[in-house]
């Protein structure tokens, strides 16, 4: 396969996602911070990656963990101040880490001053013109403007006292903004240039294929998903992956032209396939944009075939970098999903009474999966503690649970709180080291302890210490930058060449011989003949 036609750093970059109520306690609160984040840089330094993602951080009800902003132009005090982020954004950027921080353009918090404008204003004011708001249906209004369902479970539509009715694809304190209103496209314009301002390398914009929805907002009657659909062919739904949205991506991406130091946007599109994909990442578009069709990729050697080749294929066509990503904070964290049985869907959320993952198998296999994944051409994007193993926390009691989600569903999805919980830092620690006090914003299982970082720090063969190496080789060897050329496809083994590394992956159920070469690495010993097991990845220097 060629080679992608665009250059930049972002092309080849490893890029982390901070979750920042989880990552660093600085006042004993329990909750995350800026700070906590700025006192952990060393930390990312010596892992090896390129650049941070950090999570909304904004003024907010938390509602949906800050993903329902009330001022985009400010930080919430939970996490720290202006200043604080000022200072994350200069100790980074001192470390040779770039900054990319989190956009939500799809929805605001029902506390933001507009929606608060919208619902004193009343029907048909320029105020109610940034919301979406209808008039519901039947004799009196007292129906839905139509049939859409809420991602987080029940119906997407709200009424309020004047009997109007508002859209909120997620949260009902998270009513969406209309994106045909010309305010609203010229607030963001200045929202991005005040970050840009202010030094960030680039904006991950959340939910990127919402913000346009049909003109005649139809009755859709099939299930209500993020993922807009699977085929090119296929009639798309009305709130998801509409035509509108390129153009406004292209605005957005003229203005970040304009600024010295390559900046960056990077689309969360929920969009399949790779086809419908790669309209984000045209040239004059999005720099990048997650690859979900690889993270739900099942666990055999067809399927990651595939979907490796799809996703090469689709991102070549328009000259753009490919994206891989197997963990973030809105699904169950790899290490769990993996330790399923194959085939098993992704669930949404593992909880007390459901099935539970193999954690051997779910950490084997994880492994494996990660070495696959960091020696692929294209940049990759890590979550916060996979680098130490983190499996998903199953045993949550109900009761702490914080997602929407949650309560929304009628406690039939059990949400994403799982995979935010506080990682592990120091195994003696208060709160394994998330802050000073045992304080955490959700409960920490008692097996933290054997993943915290300086239980795995200068351990050979520790998940950490895999992790490190990885980023040492694939930087060392170009391989974010390669080309990929597939030497086997069969049912139970992938193996490729990308420079001068083979990267093999056993699938099968015995081992198989390892490729002629000089073993780099291994995401778990060798066989006692020096075959490679089961799910197993290594590179092989072939010279």
């Known amino acids: 396969m060629p080679a992608v036609a665009t250059t930049g750093w972002w092309t080849e970059a490893v890029i982390y996602q901070i979750y920042p109520r989880s990552f660093g306690d600085s006042d004993g609160d329990g909750i995350g911070d800026l700070p906590g984040i700025t006192a952990r840089l060393d930390h990312l330094r010596q892992l090896g990656v390129d650049a941070i993602w950090l999570s909304p951080f904004y003024p907010s009800p938390q509602a949906d963990a800050g993903y329902d902003v009330a001022d985009y132009r400010d930080v919430e005090p939970l996490f720290g101040t202006l200043a604080d982020a000022d200072d994350l954004i200069a100790q980074a950027h001192a470390r040779g880490l770039r900054v990319i921080v989190d956009l939500v353009p799809n929805h605001t918090s029902s506390a933001h001053e507009w929606f608060r404008q919208a619902l004193a204003a009343g029907p048909g004011s320029p105020e109610r013109q940034r919301y979406i708001f209808r008039d519901g249906r039947g004799p009196d209004g007292a129906e839905p403007p139509n049939d859409w369902q809420s991602v987080f479970g029940g119906p997407a539509w709200t009424r309020v006292a004047d009997g109007q009715w508002y859209l909120h694809l997620f949260d009902t304190a998270q009513p969406d903004l209309n994106w045909d209103d010309p305010q609203v496209r010229a607030e963001f314009l200045d929202v991005l240039r005040f970050w840009l301002d202010r030094g960030v390398d680039g904006f991950r914009v959340d939910v990127a294929h919402g913000l346009i929805k049909q003109a005649d907002l139809a009755d859709w009657?099939?299930?209500?998903?993020?993922?807009?659909?699977?085929?090119?062919?296929?009639?798309?739904?009305?709130?998801?992956?509409?035509?509108?949205?390129?153009?406004?991506?292209?605005?957005?991406?003229?203005?970040?032209?304009?600024?010295?130091?390559?900046?960056?946007?990077?689309?969360?599109?929920?969009?399949?396939?790779?086809?419908?994909?790669?309209?984000?990442?045209?040239?004059?578009?999005?720099?990048?944009?997650?690859?979900?069709?690889?993270?739900?990729?099942?666990?055999?050697?067809?399927?990651?075939?595939?979907?490796i080749t799809r996703s090469l294929e689709a991102t070549d066509a328009v000259g753009a970098p490919t994206t891989w990503v197997l963990s973030n904070h809105d699904v169950v964290r790899h290490a769990s999903r993996l330790g399923l049985p194959i085939g098993t869907p992704r669930p949404n959320g593992i909880g007390i009474g459901d099935p539970q993952p193999d954690t051997a198998v779910g950490l084997r296999r994880a492994r494996a999966a990660t070495l696959l994944m960091l020696a692929l051409p294209g940049s990759a994007y890590l979550y916060q503690g996979e680098e130490l193993g983190l499996p998903e926390h199953t045993l949550l009691p109900d009761e702490a649970r914080q997602d929407p989600t949650w309560e929304r569903s009628g406690h039939t999805q059990r949400g994403r709180d799982g995979c935010r919980v506080p990682i592990p830092w120091e195994a003696d620690a208060p709160s394994y080291g998330f802050g000073p006090t045992d304080a955490s914003w959700l409960p920490q299982p008692g097996v933290w302890a054997e993943y915290a970082l300086d239980r795995q720090r200068d351990v050979p063969g520790s998940t950490y210490e895999m992790y490190r190496t990885a980023l040492r080789l694939r930087r060392g060897h170009g391989l974010g930058r390669g080309t990929l050329q597939w030497l086997s496809s069969g049912d139970e083994v992938l193996t490729f060449r990308n420079g001068d590394v083979v990267v093999l992956t056993n699938f099968g159920p015995t081992g198989v011989p390892l490729p002629a070469g000089e073993l780099l690495h291994s995401s778990a010993p060798l066989g006692e003949d020096g075959s490679v097991p089961t799910d197993v990845t290594v590179w092989v220097h072939t010279g």
């Open 221 to 307: 009657h099939e299930p209500q998903e993020i993922l807009s659909g699977q085929e090119v062919d296929k009639p798309r739904p009305p709130m998801w992956d509409q035509d509108g949205v390129h153009e406004i991506y292209r605005d957005w991406r003229r203005l970040l032209d304009g600024y010295p130091g390559e900046r960056v946007l990077v689309a969360e599109a929920w969009v399949e396939p790779a086809e419908r994909l790669a309209r984000y990442v045209r040239p004059d578009e999005m720099h990048q944009a997650f690859n979900f069709e690889y993270l739900l990729a099942s666990w055999t050697a067809p399927a990651q075939y595939a979907v």
